[in-house]
């Protein structure tokens, strides 16, 4: 009857360890994927921006008489 409490309290332990990594691993795959979001949306914003225009453009000019 020792041996069978001794044996059941090792096991909660060790599901109670294995709980507890799965929640770091769950934390940490949200974090990654948060980050990850971020830098997708902003590459995203950065390809659909507007492309500035030249910096000379030519223009016609009335310069002689017709």
Do not use: F, W
């Not at 769950?26 to 979001?37: I, P, T, W």
Request: aromatic content about 4%; glycine content about 2%.
């Amino acid at each position: 009857m020792i041996k069978n409490r001794e044996s059941a309290a090792r096991s909660r332990a060790r599901k109670q360890a294995y709980t507890n990594e799965l929640e770091n691993k769950v934390s940490c795959l949200e974090e990654e994927n948060e980050r990850l979001r971020k830098r997708k949306d902003l590459q995203k914003m950065l390809l659909h921006a507007p492309r500035p225009g030249p910096k000379y453009q030519l223009r016609r000019t009335s310069s002689a008489p017709y």
